[in-house]
Structures are given as C-alpha cells and as structure tokens.
C-alpha cells in the first residue's frame, strides 16, 4: 500500500501497523465488513416480506391457505437453526442444479446419485464450473440471504401476525360499519396501526439477525469472524512479512465493539422509529405524546 | 431459425468443453506449509505450486476455493469443487467415501510439542478434528481434545488447556523455532498414513487419471522433489525418478 512497506522487519511501530493493517488480507477483512452489512441490508426487508406474507397468510379465511401460514412459521421457528442452515442449504442448491439437469440434459443416462456423490451434468452447475469465482461468491451469498429471509422471516411473521391481532377489534368493527371491505380494512385500518405492537418483537429479531451474521461461514461465505480468526491466528515470519503471535483476543475485541456499536446505533434508530409509529395510536406510548403535545 | 440454433448448440457445446477443462481446487488456507494465505489475501504453499503445476501438465485450468476443514469432504462429494488438495492423507475410512491420486507428498512424521520437556503426552492432548492426529491420539489412551483449526491446537497447549499439542512436524516446527523456547517437541516422532493424495470424487475416473499421470511425470524429473525441498528444507523425504520414498 504505502511505498515504505518494501521491508516490514526495519520499520518502526507504528510504520509497522500501518502496512500491516493495510496488506492484502486485511484488505479481504474490511470487505467482509462490507458483505455483512449488505447481507443485512438486503435481508432484513426481504426477510419481513417473508414474514408480512406468511402472516397474511396465516390470518387467511381460506384454510389451505392459513395452514400454509401456520405451517411455515411453525416448522421453521422449530428447527434449529444451525440445522436449518447446514441442511437446507445444500438441499436448496442440490434442489437448484437438479430442477437444470432435468432441463438442459434431458439425455443424459447416468444416475444423479452415485453413492455419496451428487453428479448433475457440467451444463447444469449452479454457477458452472467455469465461472470465475465471485460469481460463485455472490452464488452462495444468494443461498444465504435465502436461507436468512426464510428463517426470519417464520420469526418475522409470527410477530406480525401477533401484531395484527393485538390492533383494538373495535378499530376493524368500525371500519366495517363504514362500509369499507374486508380488503379495505386490513390495508387502511389494520396494518397502519399495527406495527406498533410488532415493533418491539421485530427490533428483538433484527438484534438477533445482526447476531447470526457469522453462521455465514457455514454457507462458505468468508465473514468477519472467519477473518479475524485467520487474521489474528500465530504467524511465522517463513510465511509472511508481518510474524506476530497469537493475536485473536484483539481481532475479536474488535469484533465485541463493532457489533456493540451497531446494537447501539440500531437501538438509537429503532427508538426514534417507535416514536414516530406511536403518534395518534390508542396506546400508552402514543397517550404520552399527546399530552406532550397538548401540555 | 436454423442458423440461430445451430449457433447456440455449438455455442453450448464449446461452452461445455471450456467448462470441463476448469477444475477447482478446494483447500483450507490454515495449514504452513502445506497451503495458507500470504500477505496478499491468496493461497499460497507447497500445495499452491504443485496444483498449479499439476493443472499445466495436465492441461487443465484451475481455480482456487478455500473451505473449512470440517466440511471439506461433503463439499467435494456435493461438487462445490472438484478436488481436495489440503495436506490430507490417504486412510481407508476417507478412501471410503472419495477416492485418492496416489500420494504427491511421502508419508510425514507427526511431533508432539508441548511447553515444558517434561510434559506426559498420555495426559490431555490436542489435535485437530478428523484427522489422523486426532484418531492415533485417542488410540494411545491420551485424553483427545479436539480443536476445528490448527491454530486453536497450539493456543490450547500454550494456554494449558492441553499438556501436548500431536500435528504433521512439517507444521510444527517453525512454531517452535519461533517460540523463543515456550513450546518444544518431547517424545518420538511417529510416522503416520500412507502419503498425502489429492482427492476426488469416487465417480471423477478421469481427473483422478489425468491427475495420476502429472504426478507420476513431475515425481520422474524431479520437480516434485525440488518443490518438497523448496518448502521442507533439504532433509526432507522426497521422491525418486522412478517413484520410490528416498530418505535425504
């Protein structure tokens, strides 16, 4: 990075660190900050798409589709989750690949399973195995916000269908006195007013999912505490310019202060969200803002 | 119509032979001098340069994935990546579930390191899951504690946790060296299993194949031995032109 670094071993201290904590693999270590960040940003709304969806779901007057709902949220709240994403995972791209061999090699004679082995025609990989390896990056990052959607999501939807039911019934009644319909209501009448009651349960979860980030390495997507493990592990100098000892206990408490930083900041945000979904709403949170408005 | 199909097929076929011709090397980046990652963020090692120049002679392009040690057989056998080159040596209960090439690295000594001379290597020793350290170690009546990575081994007798850490000497010794005397090799060294293979899925005949004959030519003029002494220093055991273990 810096043209000083040519011989590590002759710099001061704080030379020293600047090269080291630039070098390559470090370089590697910051941009998996990057993927965890961007695996939440991009799981947390689809995860309470899941969730809006399966309580909808659930809540349903047409039973196929309720025990469908119901179905969903208590299989998957059941399943460990480390099961679920050692399992799954895999099942999900076997499923994949599969569904393509079906497709693209219709005359292909040899069975998919051959004792241990999954073999499916090279046309049908997922991705193909020429392909350079961040689209397979970016192939299991995919597998991984699937899985994390779909496990949060069970979560997501039981807190949203407790949600939904926790909203006065006398708010629905007269919704319907007014003429409106059944449609009519949930959307204008119920589901404003009920993410006041789901908040609480979804601010526990997204702490929860900023949490299970480093279950990633079990998707073999290399995160955070994949690379500070690495990182920080003994070095000889035979096989770097920067030899250090046993340095995990720092590269972890970094670790312990990112993710209390960003609880923190999360729960700054989640506060002020709560405050602005309690306006007008018949509930104590919402009463004391009245008062501060009117006194 | 036609044409536009004809393209495609040949589009598609060209695009099946390229793919065929494009191996991926699974390995676990935590284990000098076998394979770790170097400063720049890539895997670099014994295995790096024999798999490099394995894939040239047997013409085939090749591409680097890392993969924890623990799942590093399933990932093969689901076809994440199509061959093992990570300092893994050939048993019967791997043969089992993949097959091997034969063996581009000649059985190695595994050393017990501990941190005083003194130190009873029947006692609690640590070695790393699922391996052949770990299954000599409960075998021999010592307590096995087993750790994920090998790092984890060494923290463990420096930190007490294990009075003797069992690993491939290869690994062991510039940890020692380096050391400033904290941490020594007490007992015998033992030679375990039957040489380091390159291994493949039991269905993949023809990489295996392909694989075998780039072995046996870089064991015949001596690049493979020039590579082990490269990366285990001159007393190494190395290989002779016609394929036979020789003692340096």
Same mark, same amino acid.
């Given at each position: 990075?810096?043209?000083?670094?040519?011989?590590?071993?002759?710099?001061?201290?704080?030379?020293?660190?600047?090269?080291? =904590?630039?070098?390559?693999?470090?370089?590697?270590?910051?941009?998996?900050?990057?993927?965890? =960040?961007?695996?939440?940003?991009?799981?947390?709304?689809?995860?309470?798409?899941?969730?809006?969806?399966?309580?909808?779901?659930?809540?349903?007057?047409?039973?196929?589709?309720?025990?469908?709902?119901?179905?969903?949220?208590?299989?998957?709240?059941?399943?460990?989750?480390?099961?679920?994403?050692?399992?799954?995972?895999?099942?999900?791209?076997?499923?994949?690949?599969?569904?393509?061999?079906?497709?693209?090699?219709?005359?292909?004679?040899?069975?998919?399973?051959?004792?241990?082995?999954?073999?499916?025609?090279?046309?049908?990989?997922?991705? =193909?195995?020429?392909?350079?390896? *961040?689209?397979?990056?970016?192939?299991?990052?995919?597998?991984?916000?699937?899985?994390?959607?779909?496990?949060?999501?069970?979560?997501?939807?039981?807190?949203?269908?407790?949600?939904?039911?926790?909203?006065?019934?006398?708010?629905?009644?007269?919704?319907?006195?007014?003429?409106?319909?059944?449609?009519?209501?949930?959307?204008?009448?119920?589901?404003?007013?009920?993410?006041?009651?789901?908040?609480?349960?979804?601010?526990?979860?997204?702490?929860?999912?900023? %949490?299970?980030?480093?279950?990633?390495?079990?998707?073999?997507?290399?995160?955070?505490?994949? *690379?500070?493990?690495?990182?920080?592990?003994? %070095?000889?100098?035979?096989?770097?310019?920067?030899?250090?000892?046993? *340095?995990?206990? *720092?590269?972890?408490?970094?670790?312990?202060?990112?993710?209390?930083?960003?609880?923190?900041?999360?729960?700054?945000? =989640?506060? %002020?969200?709560?405050?602005?979904?309690?306006?007008?709403?018949?509930?104590?949170?919402?009463?004391?803002?009245?008062?501060?408005?009117?006194? | 119509?036609?044409?536009?199909? @004809?393209?495609?097929?040949?589009?598609?076929?060209?695009? $099946?032979?390229?793919?065929?011709?494009?191996?991926?090397?699974?390995?676990?980046?935590?284990?000098?001098?076998?394979?770790?990652?170097?400063?720049?963020?890539?895997?670099?090692? !014994?295995?790096?340069?024999?798999? &490099?120049?394995?894939?040239?002679?047997?013409?085939?392009?090749?591409?680097?994935?890392?993969?924890?040690?623990?799942?590093?057989?399933?990932? @093969?056998?689901?076809?994440?990546? &199509?061959?093992?080159?990570?300092?893994?040596?050939?048993?019967? /209960?791997?043969?089992?579930?993949?097959? !091997?090439?034969?063996?581009?690295?000649?059985?190695? #000594?595994?050393?017990?390191?501990?941190?005083?001379?003194?130190?009873?290597?029947?006692?609690?020793?640590?070695?790393?899951? #699922?391996?052949?350290?770990? $299954?000599?170690?409960?075998?021999?009546?010592?307590?096995?504690?087993?750790?994920?990575?090998?790092?984890?081994?060494?923290?463990?007798?420096?930190?007490?946790?294990?009075?003797?850490?069992?690993?491939?000497?290869?690994?062991?010794?510039?940890?020692? /060296?380096?050391?400033?005397?904290? @941490?020594?090799?007490?007992?015998?060294?033992?030679?375990?299993?039957?040489?380091?293979?390159?291994?493949?899925?039991?269905?993949?005949?023809?990489?295996?194949?392909? @694989?075998?004959?780039?072995?046996?030519?870089?064991?015949?003029?001596?690049?493979?031995?020039?590579?082990?002494?490269?990366?285990? $220093?001159?007393?190494?055991?190395?290989?002779?032109?016609?394929?036979?273990?020789?003692?340096?």
């Amino acid at each position: 990075m810096f043209s000083f670094c040519a011989d590590p071993d002759a710099l001061g201290t704080f030379r020293w660190f600047s090269c080291y =904590l630039t070098n390559g693999v470090h370089m590697s270590f910051y941009l998996s900050f990057v993927k965890v =960040l961007v695996l939440l940003a991009v799981t947390a709304p689809v995860a309470l798409s899941f969730g809006f969806a399966g309580a909808m779901a659930a809540r349903s007057h047409v039973f196929p589709v309720s025990w469908l709902g119901k179905g969903y949220i208590a299989i998957v709240r059941g399943v460990p989750d480390i099961a679920f994403f050692l399992f799954f995972v895999i099942a999900l791209d076997q499923g994949f690949e599969w569904m393509r061999h079906q497709i693209l090699c219709p005359d292909w004679d040899a069975p998919i399973r051959q004792g241990n082995d999954f073999l499916v025609c090279s046309n049908a990989k997922l991705p =193909l195995g020429s392909a350079p390896q *961040w689209v397979h990056q970016t192939y299991s990052f995919f597998l991984a916000v699937i899985t994390f959607s779909i496990v949060f999501g069970a979560f997501a939807a039981n807190v949203l269908y407790g949600g939904m039911r926790a909203v006065p019934h006398a708010q629905l009644e007269t919704a319907e006195a007014y003429g409106m319909s059944r449609r009519q209501t949930f959307w204008r009448v119920l589901v404003p007013q009920m993410w006041v009651y789901a908040l609480p349960g979804l601010s526990n979860l997204w702490l929860v999912l900023i %949490k299970a980030t480093p279950l990633l390495f079990l998707l073999g997507i290399e995160d955070i505490v994949y *690379w500070a493990r690495e990182l920080g592990g003994t %070095k000889t100098s035979r096989f770097t310019d920067y030899p250090h000892p046993d *340095w995990r206990m *720092w590269y972890f408490l970094f670790l312990l202060v990112f993710y209390l930083g960003f609880t923190r900041v999360s729960e700054i945000v =989640l506060e %002020k969200l709560m405050v602005r979904l309690s306006h007008g709403q018949a509930t104590t949170g919402g009463e004391a803002l009245r008062k501060q408005v009117t006194a | 119509m036609k044409k536009l199909i @004809l393209t495609t097929a040949a589009l598609a076929l060209s695009a $099946g032979m390229a793919m065929a011709d494009t191996v991926r090397m699974g390995t676990e980046g935590a284990y000098p001098p076998y394979n770790f990652i170097n400063d720049a963020g890539e895997v670099d090692g !014994f295995e790096r340069e024999v798999g &490099d120049e394995l894939c040239t002679r047997a013409g085939l392009t090749c591409e680097w994935v890392k993969n924890d040690w623990d799942s590093i057989i399933p990932n @093969l056998v689901s076809g994440n990546y &199509d061959t093992i080159i990570a300092g893994m040596s050939i048993t019967p /209960e791997r043969d089992e579930v993949i097959d !091997f090439t034969q063996d581009y690295f000649p059985p190695a #000594a595994s050393a017990y390191v501990a941190a005083s001379a003194d130190a009873d290597i029947e006692d609690v020793v640590a070695a790393q899951t #699922a391996t052949l350290q770990a $299954g000599f170690v409960a075998d021999s009546g010592a307590t096995l504690v087993e750790f994920a990575t090998p790092e984890e081994t060494i923290a463990a007798v420096r930190n007490g946790e294990a009075s003797a850490v069992f690993a491939d000497k290869d690994f062991l010794v510039p940890i020692v /060296e380096e050391s400033n005397g904290e @941490l020594m090799f007490v007992g015998e060294d033992v030679a375990l299993g039957s040489g380091i293979g390159v291994g493949v899925r039991e269905s993949d005949g023809e990489l295996k194949g392909k @694989l075998d004959e780039a072995i046996t030519s870089m064991k015949a003029d001596g690049s493979l031995t020039a590579l082990i002494k490269k990366w285990f $220093g001159e007393g190494a055991v190395t290989y002779g032109e016609d394929g036979s273990v020789v003692t340096n």
